[in-house]
């Protein structure tokens, strides 16, 4: 099966069935404009490639694997829609389809690039959340100095990482990665977020307000743009 | 992330070896004091000791300062910066004490600053002692600050403060071995209750003592606070080329600020040794390449991890129930009970300040009538004249301004103080942004209701350049007590509450309006909030009235001698009868355009002394205070609103042009003067069928 359809299929189960919730095979059908029968297909070699579980007469979920070509492709997707219309100027109404067409041909390399170019921007223009790379780096500054010959070396294992603005109230997390200006880095991790450090979500105040966090002992109010750009792994409740 | 992990172990192991240092005492390091406080030019003319506070925000460090200093305290600038200091003086059996109070900052980097102030007083100035005001509840992250101080060199007494609330957290802390750990003398403290006060001071004491006791070896210092091994040895190692180069900073300390790749030291050793700055960056990029992480926040990650260990061994921490904070916060950064509680408590701030204000004022007029003429003195010597007007400035300052920006800015103190004030910040942020603003800018918006001085003042809290001046600019459209006496004495009082009412809300849409249109239009960065949000307490008397006093004694120095001499100035104009020709010259404006009678050009130009004037005067020129038998409603709206905004007052240009230059305060100026007439004009038309 084509690259580009298998990742077309996979966004397709994300947006429907969220991380962890089930796409069923009608709804995928619709919205590829396929009969439900080769729905049902592709499924099944999906199933086979570790990239969905497949339930017959429910749907499909995506495993780890599968989640993991989603964000990537998310990532890549909303990058370029940032491209399209800050550097080129195209109509943001527009961005949506070219970047759909162009997101299956571009290699990891050109996106984390185009991350670097753009200065890791945090949202794309309709404001959905463009998740981090997968480099081994705590923050972006370190890209974004580095030359490109070192990119390849940071690559590492996959990470799942989460903005701390997507854990709930009172769940914990461990800092991974900061993301964006100098200044406010420095200020954080002189507050105690340093990579490696349990922060725990206190609560979200209304309309996209502030989060308030605790860490170290300390409660902080940090507005929302700035907390969406520090990463953690999310710890699961016992 | 595994590497972080990893290096964080490892690091434990030699650490605890080295966190047991001696108890030597310590700072001995400066033995020859005179020749290292030269560049302070007070020492020399004081020769007493200085002690300087240092500490993270929301310590009680003002409590302790209050306590050290009592009454005797000069409230100032740092020398070229906006940034505020304040000094006192301790006595104590008859020796006489400076008290400097740095402000409250987390860390040395140049993040702001105020930061900057405060490491070159300690590093350069070199104070006989630093008090380090900690909050015995967050030690780990206090004791981050004061790895720092201990870097800096700084002679260290450690307040271990607020010890009352940290046993109601459920946390103990073993003093002795804390002191023991850090090799500085711990004095806990409740400085609000004024306990530790006594031992705090005796220790200042026995510690300036001992200053002339042998100085410590550098390497004694150093024991204390060592690193991981691949951070300690390139610090080493960098302080070792250091040794060449003369520099005022301690060695060891320019090495890790080198690392960290601080600008300002960057700069200062790449003036004198090129080499050195290369060497460090190769240095900074091995640990950054070891570590996969910026060479700052390495460093970050070392010295919290430092202070975990110290904060580790020296506490140990019980059980905590659901507080009242928690509970409290409930309701306060609750979606909809959170936006009515704010409603309900600056809109109670607002009618409780001009309630007890009129009471105040009125009393306050009672007793001066005697003294008072109302009446300008119109002829006569120059000299009467001139005292006349003077004079009448003074006594409106004294019925006008302080009965209302008084009780207002005592109660506002004490709901800050509480820890409220943060709480509106956070449910405000996102409204705030729009603006290229932040929740903290609310602080000094809520202010310019009281007066706009030291609400400008208040702008200093705001991070980056820019949005120090957007704050400002928007303060000044915030009408301020006198701007509210002329609202409600022409537009509540002959048109109805509900118009003045209107004219308020019209003014909030019209600061966003030009905030968000201000955001665009002026270049710079704008960086969003990280606020402490400090536990609730509840607010002391001392404290509350210390704030009270910082702020309204800006409207002493500011606003008085601006309405007493640009009194006596209008005072000359109306007696050497400039009155019609000025009159004559606006009518274009205030008569063709805004509608109002030709009279009231006069009183523009007035306002801009005093806006509260423009409706002193009306009553003198129309020979009554029954404005409606002399205005219609729209010209009474018209004049209120165009008073409301179109300049800011003589004192607040004073304090924007201190704070951001002539060209920017003209530039606001020029603005609001234009806007206001175009406003007003347009507001003539349309209000027109209404009334």
Request: hydrophobic share 45%.
């Amino acid at each position: 099966m084509p690259k580009e359809q298998i990742e077309e299929y996979i966004e397709a189960i994300y947006d429907i069935a969220g991380k962890n919730g089930l796409a069923k095979t009608t709804e995928v059908a619709k919205r590829l404009h396929n009969a439900p029968a080769s729905v049902t297909e592709v499924f099944g070699s999906l199933a086979e490639s570790g990239l969905v579980r497949y339930e017959p007469y429910k749907g499909a979920a995506l495993t780890d694997a599968g989640e993991e070509v989603a964000l990537k492709i998310k990532r890549k997707h909303r990058l370029l829609e940032v491209f399209l219309s800050d550097i080129l100027g195209i109509d943001p109404e527009k961005v949506h389809e070219e970047a759909c067409r162009m997101e299956h041909s571009i290699s990891d390399e050109v996106g984390d690039a185009m991350c670097r170019m753009l200065n890791a921007p945090a949202r794309c223009p309709c404001g959905k959340l463009i998740s981090p790379c997968e480099k081994e780096i705590a923050t972006c500054n370190e890209c974004r100095t580095a030359d490109g010959s070192t990119d390849s070396d940071k690559s590492a294992a996959p990470r799942k990482v989460v903005p701390l603005t997507d854990l709930r109230p009172c769940q914990k997390g461990t800092i991974a990665l900061l993301r964006g200006d100098k200044k406010v880095i420095q200020r954080l991790s002189d507050l105690g977020l340093t990579p490696g450090t349990e922060v725990v979500l206190m609560r979200k105040t209304p309309m996209g307000g502030p989060i308030e966090l605790c860490v170290r002992r300390t409660n902080l109010a940090v507005g929302h743009e700035i907390a969406d750009n520090i990463f953690v792994k999310a710890v699961l409740e016992a | 992330m595994s590497g972080c992990m990893g290096c964080g172990a490892g690091r434990s192991c030699n650490k605890s070896q080295k966190l047991q240092s001696s108890n030597s005492q310590f700072g001995k390091s400066q033995s020859n004091d005179g020749s290292d406080r030269k560049s302070c030019q007070d020492c020399k003319k004081n020769a007493g000791m200085v002690v300087a506070l240092a500490g993270n925000a929301n310590v009680g460090k003002s409590a302790v300062f209050n306590q050290l200093t009592g009454v005797d305290q000069i409230l100032g600038n740092w020398p070229g910066k906006t940034v505020e200091r304040a000094e006192g003086i301790l006595q104590y059996k008859g020796r006489k004490i400076r008290v400097i109070d740095l402000p409250g900052i987390y860390s040395f980097s140049t993040y702001s600053l105020e930061e900057l102030v405060s490491r070159d007083f300690i590093a350069l100035e070199k104070p006989d002692i630093v008090v380090n005001v900690v909050d015995a509840s967050a030690l780990e992250r206090n004791l981050f600050f004061t790895l720092q101080l201990l870097e800096l060199e700084a002679p260290l007494i450690l307040a271990l403060n607020q010890v009352d609330l940290m046993e109601k957290r459920g946390i103990h802390v073993d003093v002795e071995m804390l002191a023991k750990t850090l090799g500085v003398p711990v004095v806990p403290m409740v400085a609000i209750k004024g306990k530790g006060v006594l031992e705090l001071t005796e220790e200042i004491v026995k510690l300036a003592g001992r200053r002339s006791a042998p100085s410590q070896t550098e390497s004694g210092i150093k024991s204390r606070l060592k690193y991981g091994k691949e951070v300690e040895e390139r610090i080493e190692k960098l302080a070792r080329l250091l040794d060449g180069i003369k520099i005022d900073y301690p060695r060891r300390w320019v090495a890790i600020k080198l690392l960290e790749k601080d600008e300002e030291i960057t700069k200062l050793v790449a003036g004198m040794d090129g080499s050195l700055v290369s060497a460090a960056s190769d240095l900074a990029k091995e640990l950054e390449e070891m570590h996969g992480e910026s060479s700052n926040v390495i460093i970050s990650a070392e010295r919290y991890h430092v202070a975990e260990e110290i904060a580790r061994n020296a506490q140990s921490i019980g059980v905590e129930g659901v507080s009242l904070t928690d509970r409290l916060d409930a309701i306060a950064l609750h979606p909809v009970l959170g936006y009515l509680s704010i409603l309900a408590v600056i809109g109670g701030l607002l009618v409780w300040t001009f309630v007890i204000g009129a009471k105040i004022s009125e009393l306050l007029v009672e007793v001066l009538r005697p003294i008072e003429q109302l009446e300008p003195v119109v002829s006569g010597p120059l000299g009467d004249i001139l005292w006349n007007g003077a004079f009448a400035g003074l006594v409106a300052g004294l019925t006008l301004v302080i009965p209302y920006v008084l009780p207002f800015y005592i109660i506002l103190a004490f709901i800050e103080d509480s820890g409220y004030l943060t709480r509106i910040s956070v449910m405000l942020d996102q409204g705030m942004h729009s603006m290229g603003l932040h929740g903290k800018a609310i602080i000094p918006l809520i202010l310019g209701y009281g007066c706009n001085v030291p609400a400008c003042f208040a702008c200093r809290i705001m991070e980056t350049p820019k949005q120090k001046l957007l704050a400002a600019f928007l303060v000044t459209m915030v009408p301020c007590t006198a701007r509210t006496v002329v609202i409600l004495g022409l537009v509540a009082a002959f048109v109805n509450i509900w118009w003045a009412m209107a004219l308020y809300v019209f003014d909030i849409l019209l600061i966003i309006l030009l905030g968000r249109i201000a955001f665009k239009a002026v270049p710079g960065d704008s960086v969003g909030l990280i606020m402490e949000m400090p536990k609730y307490h509840v607010p002391s008397a001392k404290v509350v009235l210390k704030q009270t006093w910082a702020r309204t004694k800006s409207l002493l120095w500011v606003v008085f001698p601006a309405y007493i001499i640009g009194s006596a100035a209008l005072q000359a104009v109306y007696a050497a009868g400039w009155l019609n020709p000025v009159n004559d010259l606006l009518s274009p404006i205030t008569v063709a355009w805004l509608g109002l009678p030709s009279a009231v050009g006069i009183l523009l130009i007035f306002g801009l002394v005093r806006k509260e004037l423009t409706i002193l005067m009306l009553a003198v020129i129309f020979q009554t205070t029954n404005f409606a038998a002399v205005l219609s409603p729209v010209q009474l709206i018209v004049l209120a609103l165009v008073t409301m905004i179109y300049i800011p007052c003589l004192a607040v240009i004073l304090c924007l042009a201190k704070e951001f230059g002539w060209k920017k305060t003209a530039a606001i100026t020029v603005f609001e003067v234009v806007f206001a007439i175009l406003l007003g004009g347009i507001a003539s038309r349309l209000l027109m069928p209404f009334l």
